[in-house]
């Protein structure tokens, strides 16, 4: 029934390689990634071939380093690849994101001897990249986590459960967080633990609401064993890792979030131009035009949020306030424009006819991962007014 095509997002990059990007992306986005995503979101079908597609075409690295296979490419122009992809097909963008989280430990803090041996092939090389650091009894409470690691000699024997791991089964390689030392975020330490690992399992995944194409799973490490050249920084720094690399996580999740919004208002658009009532486009009525001006509004101003958080992560000022903001208003934004686009198509949003039912579906999810908006609250009140009182 959408008769009108949605116009391209008219994005303000710093170069034209940055231009050129773009349109990469949007080419396949087109034709790989958008004409499949509901029928296999239906069928839950994982897309690695299109992983392996965009590995191939530089895209799995992109704000990492070129010196180890990387795009060399600013954050304000990464998350905007993520935002496009994210549009075509969540499961995609997502997995781009989460795959990036799971670089950041070893391309922050590995050693070079580490970086040269294992960032070319998580980078460029195909591999997919999974995060594994919270577990059934820690969620919100990272500092919490069970899993062991025990040194044994030259190596560590990990033991435990992770839970909610997207690409669990499916990854190449994990970065783990385990428990090495006291009780508390200091006791933490990050590892580099390959995805064919003695020991290491996945349960059957999650049977979920949305985004049913992307595996989410529980880890199982049952004594994996790892050689300490796998263990990434200090031994008890893991904690302030995972914080560091969930503030350019949440950035990731906000840039999807505009994404799914920016596709639903598409949808909304192209269907309230299209539909005819009482001799007139629907798009005609004053309560309708409202309501998609306020869906634009609001997808406008959380793409401005990530983007001023990303310029701040990209001039190397402090960016953690900014990006628990952009991920709060963002996926509460996908969440609002979604439902609202539902309602714009009426009896028709409700059937899987159209793809606006599975992006409210999937929205819901965005307001959860890499820490729920309550806790972005919290992030966000600490930056203003200090720790909680005890």
């Not at 990990?158 to 090495?180: N, Y």
């Not at 399992?201 to 049913?212: H, R």
């Not at 350019?248 to 906000?254: C, D, K, Q, V």
């Not at 190397?316 to 424009?337: E, H, I, N, S, W």
Request: proline share 5%; charged share 25%; net charge negative.
């Amino acid at each position: 029934m959408p008769d009108r095509a949605p116009q391209p997002v008219d994005r303000q990059l710093p170069t034209d390689e940055a231009r050129d990007l773009i349109s990469l992306v949007r080419d396949i986005a087109q034709r790989e990634i958008a004409p499949k995503a509901a029928e296999e979101e239906d069928a839950g079908r994982f897309p690695r071939e299109i992983f392996t597609l965009l590995s191939e075409s530089g895209l799995l690295g992109l704000p990492y380093d070129s010196e180890y296979g990387g795009g060399d490419q600013p954050y304000e122009v990464y998350l905007q690849v993520l935002e496009e992809l994210a549009a075509a097909r969540l499961t995609v963008g997502l997995g781009v994101s989460v795959h990036s989280l799971a670089c950041h430990a070893l391309a922050n803090y590995g050693s070079k001897e580490q970086q040269v041996e294992h960032l070319p092939d998580m980078l460029g090389g195909g591999l997919l990249g999974a995060y594994c650091l919270s577990e059934p009894a820690s969620g919100s409470d990272a500092a919490s986590l069970r899993t062991k690691a025990v040194r044994d000699g030259d190596d560590w024997v990990l033991t435990g459960t992770k839970a909610w791991i997207t690409h669990g089964g499916v990854a190449d390689f994990c970065t783990v967080l385990a428990r090495t030392g006291a009780e508390g975020a200091r006791g933490i330490t990050a590892f580099l633990v390959p995805g064919d690992a003695e020991g290491l399992s996945a349960a059957a995944p999650e049977k979920k609401m949305g985004m049913k194409g992307s595996p989410t799973a529980q880890v199982h490490f049952d004594g994996v064993r790892i050689p300490d050249s796998r263990r990434i920084g200090d031994e008890g720094q893991g904690f302030a890792i995972a914080l560091s690399a969930l503030d350019s996580g949440r950035l990731g999740i906000a840039a999807c979030a505009v994404g799914v919004a920016q596709a639903a208002l598409d949808e909304a658009v192209a269907y309230a131009t299209g539909r005819e009532q009482f001799g007139r486009p629907i798009a005609d009525f004053q309560g309708l035009r409202f309501m998609l001006a306020d869906m634009a509004t609001r997808i406008e101003a959380g793409r401005s949020l990530y983007l001023t958080a990303a310029r701040l992560r990209d001039a190397g000022r402090p960016f953690a306030r900014q990006a628990a903001m952009a991920k709060l208003f963002c996926t509460d934004t996908a969440m609002q424009v979604t439902v609202d686009a539902v309602q714009v198509l009426g009896g028709y949003g409700y059937t899987a006819d159209f793809p606006v039912e599975r992006y409210m579906r999937e929205a819901k999810v965005l307001q959860i991962v890499e820490g729920t908006n309550q806790i972005q609250r919290m992030v966000i009140a600490r930056h203003l007014a200090g720790p909680e009182s005890r």
